[in-house]
């Protein structure tokens, strides 16, 4: 197994090494350039590259790999490996390359931004050693030639010897770190990366002289070295690349496996978890750590990881040996089933391990697993299982306040687009009906009349809230002044003493760190929030929306109900009309992803504003100045702000058609269609549609002339999306072959504002759909022709051509909007289950709406195909008629579960004041041997399929 994934990551770094030699770090999915902005595309972004800083060192990590694994002693046959046309071609190309970089000046084509001299980098002379652009931090070389990498990777020992070793101020001798050939040198400093001085040692370069070695050595850890840092607890090597006082565990671990000095290493070992640091978690140091521990310690990390295996193992055949009610597997014995229930802190069932007599032996009958859940993360369970309920997570971010004044979320590491970045549960939670979710005014009735403990009162205090109308009406006033003193005096005379705190960490925002805490002196005191304050604060910090995500509850069984809630990880983002994360609720979690690709510092943004986000300039200031009480400064606002008036006029107008003239208009066609002669309808409807297609062109060619980027163009567009989705609509209605190109124009632009959302998840899957059944289409057409004349072939490969384009394109934009949406998942299994869940929730949609539409009182039917356990079954789902009963409605109603599913529950519709307001504090009962469990675990639906 293991050599299976060492000649995996040898293929996979040999056609990398093909596809851009030069970089240093590369995607996991391609990522076209014409999709990345102009920022990245100058730094060689795009296909598979995602950092082009040329490291000598990156490819002499590949060359070393394929050394060690064809040296290895007792692997069978590693020629077969090794013969490979794709690992010879790769290996071939680097030693070209550093042929070339030995001449860098006269042969070099490499250019990259960052460097001086066009690109090229500072000037060197010809040494015989290979010329490298970055250091193996990612910093920018100071001179060309590194002599640690050079003793890694070309082992050029006469040009070592004649540029690399140098005079220091004391008239000793040392290796360099950076030389260029013409007498400059760079001493005094080691890189805490490896290759390195340091490492010297380490790099198999036996050429290398002792005394130098030594004399290096010392300057560079000690204060002649300006990245060596000292502090209370250690001291080590630093880089530019990270912040001032920060220490790389991989040079402590280089010190240490280098030093013959036992009380040095000792100390380097006991280093103990920092306050602070720039990443959570970093294998390549934590790889370097099991060596240093293994070597001098002698400590067998194999045997260590064998038994923490072990220890997972039993826990988890232990957990697995648990019945469904709780109580223990009557196999185990009674005194084993006390301590399992120790260990786990509860208390064992009566009976317990005590059972005799026939079918005392009988097993749980486990619930069947599929290959495809093995390679599901464990929050992404939540997708299919219906209960179950995923641990809090939060991952790269952090909280920071502004030079505003005000509080969000940044990147505390580099973020890549799909990236989970938060499991969070509810402070509260209410949930409505299908389609009609809870008011603000519910929910805070409903907190008014819970008890708000301590905890919960603190978490509060750090979210964002709607601004008093004193504190409104003082920031008015300020904002007319134009002295800038008079502001801030201002400000601070209106101050709010219930205004948002800052959070230390994200961990603050969670319920249990704040359970840990004492109440009383010194501890966290009980703080009452007053009706007015909660209110404000709710109206900025809830989000509500009319379904759970619907694709997650076809697989759960479940129906999307309408929610409102509060999630303080959610709260504390700020918004933008051009947001860089989404959000998907399933059942009470909320999974927060990362739409784009983000950089240290990057601030995450969401939608605070909802469906005002595809309003014009105007609109969305001013819900934003009214819910926030500062105007929104995020990118898409920015170049909105530069337009001219009249082309902003041109905008505001066509919102304001597509609002509400022209779906007015076209409802009142299609409604007198049965009455009015056809042709006057079609007429109606295509005068309607040229009058949309001539005010969106309109709008297009202004735009083209003041923003001549096409992303800027769109960003812009936004304001104006309800124009585009209604042609498309109309497309639909009247076009027999509908233009995809309509379709694909809202994607684009759903990608700009709402990224990930279920609109934009269900948009690009009709696209995606629509192009592959013409594609089908035609390759059958195609495929039929009995004659076919050059010209006609030329016009039928230009088609492919064409076809093919937008196939590609279509799939690029439906697999990005699925991963933004729910993350990376297998497309094996689960994928396919949201894709007919999505699908299945809209048809039932459209079919409710048309039988409402007719007045039709039998409810509609929709049906789709799966295969179970390799059975295929034909299942029929009903769609309710009443699914959109207000709450407040009395009766009984008919509950359908999607999948096929139904049960009778006779359901008495509450008022929406009395809405129960659900912590996470959970309601529990009491069962027999005193076992918690959820109340809502005890109503689980019990559901008959009909097929």
Known sequence: MLRQVIERAIRTQAYYILSDPYANAFYRQWKPAAKLKQSQRVRGKGGWTAERKYELDSGAYFLNLLHNYAHTPGLFEPERLLSEPVLHDAALLMLKIWQTQQHHEAQSPYRFVELSNGGLGAPVAYTGMVWSAFRPSDAAAAYGYNIPGNMYAADIRQGIRAHGIVAAADGTRVYAYEVDGRGNALLDFDDPNLP????????????YDTEMYANARRRILSNSNPYHYSGIAFSGLGSPHTPPQYVWPLALMVQGLTSSDPNEQAALLRVSAPRRCTRPHFEWANALLVVAVEQLLGFDCDLAAQQVHLKELSMREWR????????????????????????????????????????????????????????????????????????????????????????????????????????????????????????????????????????????????????????????????????????????????????????????????????????????????????????????????????????????????????????????????????????????KHMLLHATADLDPGTEVTFNKLGSVIAAPLAARQAAHDELFGRPC???????????????????????????????????????????????????????????????????????????????????????????????????????????????????????????????????????????????????????????????????????????????????????????????????????????????????????????????????????????????????????????????GEEGSQEVVQRKGGKQQQQQQQQQQRGLRVDWLEADVLEVDGGEEVDAAEQQQQQLSARS
């Open 196 to 207: 390195s001085l340091l490492a010297m040692p380490l790099l198999g370069f036996d050429g």
């Open 320 to 587: 697995r040996s648990r019945v469904a009610q709780g109580a223990l597997n009557p196999l185990i014995p009674a005194r084993a089933a006390r301590l399992c229930c120790q260990a786990a802190k509860i208390k064992p069932k009566k009976g317990a391990g005590s059972k005799k007599g026939f079918g005392a032996e009988k097993q749980q009958k486990q619930e069947p697993t599929e290959p495809w859940e093995e390679e599901v993360l464990a929050p992404y369970k939540v997708y299919y299982k219906p209960n179950f309920k995923p641990p809090r997570y939060t991952g790269p971010i952090e909280p920071k306040r502004f030079e505003n004044g005000s509080i969000g979320v940044v990147a505390a590491e580099e973020v890549t687009g799909a990236e989970l970045l938060s499991v969070s549960q509810p402070l509260a939670f209410l949930e409505g009906a299908m389609g009609s979710p809870p008011s603000v005014e519910d929910l805070h009735v409903a907190l008014l009349e819970a008890e708000l403990g301590p905890a919960v009162a603190k978490i509060l205090s750090y979210l964002p809230r709607k601004p008093s109308p004193v504190a409104a009406a003082a920031a008015g006033a300020s904002s007319s002044t134009d002295h800038p003193q008079l502001q801030q005096q201002q400000q601070q005379q209106q101050v709010d003493p219930n205004a948002q705190e800052l959070p230390p960490s994200m961990m603050h925002l969670q319920p249990a760190f704040w359970g840990q805490v004492q109440q009383g002196a010194g501890g966290l005191a009980a703080k009452k929030v007053g009706s007015k304050a909660l209110m404000r604060l709710l109206q900025a910090s809830c989000w509500s929306e009319e379904f759970q995500d619907p694709a997650a509850a076809q697989v759960r069984h479940e129906r999307p109900q309408g929610f409102i809630g509060v999630w303080p990880e959610l709260a504390l983002l700020q918004h933008s009309c051009a947001p860089n994360s989404s959000v998907v609720v399933v059942g």
């Open 633 to 887: 400064r995020c990118s898409r606002c920015s170049l909105e702000a530069t337009l001219p008036q009249e082309t902003v006029q041109q905008l505001q107008a066509l919102h304001a058609a597509a609002d509400s003239e022209w779906p007015q208009r076209l409802q009142a066609a299609l409604e007198g269609a049965e009455e009015a002669d056809p042709e006057e309808t079609a007429e109606l409807l295509a005068e309607l549609q040229a009058e949309v297609a001539a005010d969106i062109d309109e709008l297009d060619a202004a735009l083209a002339l003041h923003l001549p980027e096409r992303e800027d163009q769109l960003a812009v567009l936004c304001g104006a999306y309800a124009a585009y989705d209604l042609a498309w609509q109309m497309e639909e209605i009247l076009a027999e072959e509908p233009d995809l190109d309509k379709l694909a124009n809202c994607v684009a632009l759903l990608r700009i504002f709402a990224r990930g959302s279920e609109s934009h998840l269900y948009t690009a899957l009709m696209l995606h759909q629509g192009v592959t059944s013409r594609a089908e289409a035609m390759v059958g057409a195609v495929q039929a022709m009995t004659r076919k004349t050059q010209a006609r072939q030329r016009r039928l490969a230009a088609e492919m051509q064409r076809m093919a384009a937008s196939g590609e394109a279509a799939s690029y934009a439906y697999a990005e909007a699925l991963s933004c949406r729910y993350g990376m998942l297998p497309q094996e299994g689960l994928v396919p289950q949201l894709e007919q869940g999505l699908a299945m929730f809209y048809a039932g949609l459209s079919a409710l709406s048309a039988a409402q539409g007719e007045g039709l009182d039998q409810v509609p039917e929709v049906t789709r195909n799966l295969t179970i356990d390799g059975i295929p079954v034909t299942v029929v789902d009903t769609v309710e008629g009443s699914a959109f009963a207000q709450p």
